[in-house]
């Protein structure tokens, strides 16, 4: 198994890019690409005690794509970027996946054009895995790679997805649900409602465990495993569960450091506090899966430190693993509208 790297992505590279990737690389024993500029790597790598060898490999590319680059022509525009170079790797097939904590809209535009989406696949979605209440995890997809969207691509969204639950989070049958203001058949504009009726289609028909209409207070509560979304609507509850997770941890250390029967009282679950920390840290989750794309495609936090540039290539180390790119490839034929489906019958 081989990762590709983006060195020079996101704010703390190079140097908690590199940490993070040698880090998995003694953790995983996978070899690695670092893409990016010969002598701040090099710095780096000497700085953590390694150098280019056996099992690691150092490519140069001399630009960086960064957050003024306009997304859309980035890649084509920096060919010499360690997006670019790291993207174009992987598509020729020097590894098995790439890691970027790069810009995510250059990185979806890239991969897209670089690596290319799996043959019939209309868009690509980001597809991040959240906490929920029984510590399996819940796939929110897609949260903002595509703001306007069509039934049609909530229907892909919602098989890739499933899939992704099922092979990456090992949940059998997963549970998927359609999210809209409310839980009734008959909610939502006129893109959940055609929407709402080829999901439940499908789910009579046995290829998807569709549990219809999903309010955004049952995100995490375990009652659905994949939450299908448009872009703009899955962004804004992404966004608003991340502010209020930081809000209530801020909150309940305030709480805990009132006073020194508080302070007692933190003392003794420290342990619990400590794990419920750990849950809700985006450094242990890694990133967001590019679903759809031809290749595994790991999106990292901008502001990864070294642990979740490390999470990162765990992720992307176990997405190739468990072959999500493969196997949305040979369920390609569930995932068309019906009349295109009777079309070709």
């Known amino acids: 198994m081989k990762i590709i790297i983006d060195a020079m992505g996101g704010d703390n590279a ?10 998995a690389r003694k953790e995983l024993g996978v070899a690695l690409t670092l893409v990016g500029q010969r002598e701040p790597v090099l710095r780096c ?19 960086i794509v960064t957050m003024e680059d306009d997304p859309s022509t980035a890649v084509r525009r920096k060919r010499n970027s360690s997006m670019s170079v790291a993207l174009r790797l992987l598509r020729d097939g020097a590894g098995d996946a790439v890691v970027s904590a790069g810009s995510t809209g250059a990185l979806l535009s890239g991969a897209t054009l670089v690596v290319k ?33 069509t039934p049609e691509y909530l229907l892909q969204f919602a098989f890739m997805g499933s899939f992704y639950a099922e092979r990456f989070l090992n949940i059998p049958r997963p549970k998927v649900g359609l999210l809209n203001v409310g839980s009734e058949d008959t909610k939502g504009g006129e893109l959940q409602k055609q929407t709402f009726a080829l999901l439940h289609r499908a789910g009579e028909q046995g290829q998807i465990h569709f549990v219809g209409n999903t309010e955004a207070d049952r ?12 872009g703009f609507s899955g962004n804004i509850l992404l966004k608003s569960t991340e502010g ?23 003392l003794m679950l420290r342990g619990g506090i400590a794990g419920l920390r750990r849950r809700m840290d985006a450094n242990e989750v890694g990133g967001t899966a590019l679903l759809g794309i031809s290749k595994p495609v790991i999106k990292a936090h901008g502001s990864s430190n070294a642990a979740a540039v490390a999470a990162a290539v765990r992720q992307a180390v176990r997405f190739a693993e468990a072959d999500v790119v493969g196997e949305i490839g040979r369920n390609i034929e569930l995932m068309r509208l019906p009349e295109e489906t009777e079309a070709t019958a």
Do not use: Q, W
């Open 117 to 149: 989406r799996v043959h019939g696949i209309r868009r690509a979605a980001l597809a991040p895995v959240l906490p929920n209440r029984p510590g399996t995890g819940v796939v929110l997809i897609d949260c903002g790679a595509n703001v306007e969207c």
């Open 219 to 230: 995100l995490l509560t375990g009652e659905v495993d994949v939450l299908v979304a448009d």
């Open 45 to 63: 790598l000497a700085e953590n005690g390694a150098a280019p060898g056996e099992g690691l490999e150092l490519v140069e590319a001399d630009e």
């Open 14 to 23: 190079p140097d908690e890019i590199v940490r993070g990737a040698l880090h």
């Open 244 to 266: 209020s997770v930081k809000f209530l941890m801020r909150e309940l250390k305030g709480v805990m450091l009132r006073s020194m029967r508080t302070r007692l009282g933190a």
